[in-house]
């Protein structure tokens, strides 16, 4: 998987305020490594991480790298700016993936190579990581 310098959206807005559940995933995804939180005693997934399996009410957890291809699950186009910083780079676009070997998660994220016309439910894509000064952002392209 790919680590780019090039930004989706810009610097000012990253922001990630990671708690004990989600560290592990973010010092993962600096690393240029995706990986989801799972039950330890059902292995059913839980993004974003939790303390507790919403299926089997264990607290032991995991974490479970994947490969990082999926597929688009959902979309839409952002074409209203909310805020200041993000004028310059409306219309952008928000996705939602899914990946096959974490049944159940669903990414949000960005599709950094695709246009409106080109995003399609079912669109197989991949991850890659952009590199910000605060913060390493998951975001998927065109496989």
Known sequence: MTISQEHYLPESVVAIFPDQY???YWDRIARGELAFQRCAQ???????????????????A????????????????????LNDALADYVPYNVVLVEFPDAPGVRLV??????????LSVGMPVEVIYQKYSKA???RVRKA
């Not at 059902?42 to 032991?60: A, L, V």
């Open 62 to 81: 995991e974490w479970h790298t994947v490969e990082g291809k999926g597929t688009i699950y959902s979309w839409e186009i952002v074409t209203l700016a």
């Open 136 to 138: 390493t952002l998951p």
């Open 22 to 24: 989600s560290r592990e």
């Open 42 to 60: 059902c292995k059913t997934f839980r993004h974003p991480p939790g303390p507790m399996c919403p299926k089997c009410s264990s607290f032991e």
């Open 109 to 118: 994220t960005n599709c950094i190579d695709a246009s409106k016309e080109q």
